[in-house]
Every structure is written in C-alpha cells, then in structure tokens.
C-alpha cells in the first residue's frame, strides 16, 4: 500500500498516482567447512604428554535478490532486480599441549 498516493511531490510537483507496489524477493544460501584434528601422546622433559591440534574452516555464501513493480492503473514500471551477495569465510587453527606432572 502507499500511504502516499495523491499527495504532490515537492521536487517535481507531480501527483503521487503508485497505488501499492510489488516487491518479490528472493534469497539462495549455501555453507560448507571442515575440520582435522591430530591428537599424539608420548614422554616430554621425563613427562607423559598429549599434544593435540587442528584446524577447522567454515565458509557461506547468501545471495539476495529483489524488484518492485509499482502498480497504478496504467503502465506498470518494473524495476529491475538488484543482487547482492554476501559471505562470509572463518579459519580457525588451535594447539594444547598437556603435561602430567606425577
């Protein structure tokens, strides 16, 4: 709906004739990662210790899409579709070594 159907704009001193408008909107997202991880034990300084690390990785990608059509009784005026895409890419790396002092 248009609440401001009728009223004159200021710039061009036209009448507001839009009725309502149109919009569809579309959005497609896809997201994929992995991680690895390595875990080793074995005697450091006369000590038992476990060392452990990895790696992991999360990726995503969305994508946006949208037009308006502003209807009025006559011509429809289409607007064309605006994408836009958006991502996002995280790494991670991690290590612990631990030590059991007995």
Not at 8 to 19: A, S
Not at 31 to 53: C, H, P, R, W
Not at 56 to 68: L, V, Y
């Amino acid at each position: 709906m248009n609440n401001d159907y009728g009223s004159i704009d200021p710039l061009t001193g036209q009448i507001d004739l839009t009725t309502a408008n149109n919009t569809r909107s579309v959005i497609a997202q896809d997201s994929y990662g992995f991680a690895v991880q390595l875990s080793a034990t074995g005697k450091l300084a006369g000590m038992n210790n476990q060392l452990t690390a990895g790696v992991s990785g999360d990726f995503a990608n969305a994508r946006f899409s949208h037009s308006t059509i502003r209807t009025r009784s006559s011509p429809l005026i289409a607007r064309p579709w605006v994408p836009t895409t958006t991502r996002c890419k995280q790494m991670r790396l991690h290590a612990i070594a631990t030590l059991a002092c007995l």
